[in-house]
């Protein structure tokens, strides 16, 4: 288990104090994947730099199945903590082959050169990570001729070699055709999964961190938000800018009409509708403000709960956007058209509304109901 506790980073750029972490505490599950979700800017590829051993926090505690790695007089270096990275652009070298960038993995010792019995041994290592990783015989190729999905698949087996307790994952997928992102994401998802290392996955897409993990970390200017499962983190995100983070929400201003420890009721410019407050924060989220009957709050519903129809809360047609698997269309609420904007998926084959065309839309599922801030 991975555990970082009160970590504080800052940055002095041109005389100017930027804080990267904001006593950060989290709690990296052994065996399992984590995925550090944020925009440009969150923080989360400082926090891998510090879990990795590049970067010094200012403040706080990292540890690794117990032994502190950062702490008040602690300090272990990277290539002793245990842990592999694969970078955002697989940062292979050139000048060696397949067999010479993962071996480069293994620490090499002169006994190592010199004994035949110990380069066959390292040979074989090598071997097998590239029958693990699925490129199998491939030993001589260069790196230039090699795809991009191959090139991250040399990287994951170069920072395998080592047998790390951990694996950090930059973006890993990134700079690879949309078309085989999810493919390979799912490989190497498995792959680690089989050899039970602890791995975390730092992305900004979200697609990529709900399908991936078994738990999210959702970072905001330098502070973890908040962390649950993928589903936990799109059924009931803390607040409104996390629910427009992860995934497509409609966001309605509302008022609460009751309330108790975990459901509501509110009004709203589609009626009347039943919801779920977000209920106590665990250790890593701060605790959500309680709700109040009377008071103020923001519905959030996401565009599938929404259904289109001849009956509820009247709407007209501005455009439909039709996707394959699904398709997306989107509303003015109110007979006039004059109202808030909605945006309602179907997954239906039928034909879709033209714009213009005056339907009905119904809540088909209970909303989060998310206090309004101040």
Known sequence: MLRLDGVDKTFQVKGASIPALRDVSATIPAGQLTSILGASGSGKTTLLRVIAGFEHPDRGRVSLDGRYI??????????????????????????????????FGLAKTTADRLSPARRRVRHARVAELLALVGLAGFENRRVNELSGGQ?????????????????LLDEPFSAIDAALRAELGAEVRSLLAGLGITTVLVTHDQEEALSLADQVIVMRDGRIVQAGTPREIYQTPVDVETARFVGDAVILDGIVVSCDECDARVECVLGRLSGQSRPGADSMTPQPAALTAGGSCHVVIRPESLRMGSTGTQAVVISS??????????????????????????????P??????????????PV??????G
Do not use: K, M
């Open 70 to 103: 950062v702490g008040p007089g602690t300090f272990v270096r990277p290539e002793h903590r245990g842990i592999g990275i694969v970078p955002q652009d697989g940062a292979l070298f050139p000048h060696l082959d397949v067999a010479g960038n993962v071996a």
């Open 368 to 373: 989060l109901v998310v206090p309004t801030a």
């Open 352 to 365: 879709l509304p033209t714009p213009g065309t005056s339907v009905g839309v119904e809540v088909a599922d």
């Open 151 to 167: 090139q991250q698949r040399v990287a994951l087996a170069r920072a395998l070699a080592p047998r790390p307790a951990v694996i």
């Open 321 to 350: 956007e039709y996707y394959g698997h699904d398709a997306v269309t989107t509303l003015r609420l109110g007979s006039a058209g004059d109202g808030p904007t909605v945006r309602v998926r179907t997954f239906e084959a039928g």
